[in-house]
């Protein structure tokens, strides 16, 4: 018994100690990107700046990035509803028009054309009604994404104080090369890939 335990336990720990180990290199890898992230900024398409970002700047960043994923995760069941809302308006739009030359010509609309009209109505409105939760979902994670970019704006203010800049350009380790395109502008942007 005591040598199958010792058959058994000597791979066992083999295996955890090479665990072990990668884990150790995959921190230690993970913690050496965090000085790939980069903040260039420009002024009238010239670079001004090449800023390492902090560890808070870092998480800023990562934290806006991961919540966009979240918006385009919510975005996607909108996009049929979106469809259908743009094909029903497009009936809708020529069921009026169509109303409209009636009442030129003096004629009274007909009962069908109005009844079309507010059956598509109905239609837009019950879809409407329907997805609200999702529509909501949209907002509140607008919201966030909006928070986490003041927040990642004031993170990074300090480091730009001074700078005279119209761009912003982050530099990532899954972007770590500049895809810069001069655009002429008064106000300062940002350019985050």
Request: hydrophobic letters at 40%; charged letters at 20%.
């Amino acid at each position: 018994m005591k040598k199958t335990l010792n058959i058994i336990a000597v791979p066992a720990m083999l295996i955890l100690g090479a665990l072990s180990l990668n884990l150790i290199a995959a921190q230690s890898n993970h913690a050496g990107t965090s000085g790939t992230y980069r903040m260039l900024a420009y002024d009238q398409c010239e670079l001004v700046a090449d800023i390492p970002l902090n560890k808070l700047q870092v998480q800023h960043y990562n934290e806006m990035q991961d919540i966009e994923v979240k918006i385009h995760l919510a975005e996607q069941p909108l996009h049929d509803i979106e469809a259908q809302i743009t094909a029903l308006s497009r009936q809708l739009e020529e069921l009026t028009a169509h109303t409209k030359l009636q009442s030129l010509s003096d004629w009274q609309p007909n009962s069908d054309t109005m009844f079309k009209i507010n059956s598509i109505s109905e239609q837009i409105e019950r879809i409407m009604d329907e997805h609200q939760p999702q529509f909501d979902h949209l907002e509140v994670t607008a919201s966030e994404i909006e928070q986490a970019a003041n927040r990642f704006e004031h993170a990074i203010n300090a480091s730009l104080d001074g700078l005279t800049y119209q761009q912003i350009e982050i530099l990532t380790p899954s972007k770590p090369n500049s895809r810069f395109k001069c655009t002429h502008s008064e106000t300062a942007k940002f350019s985050i890939n």
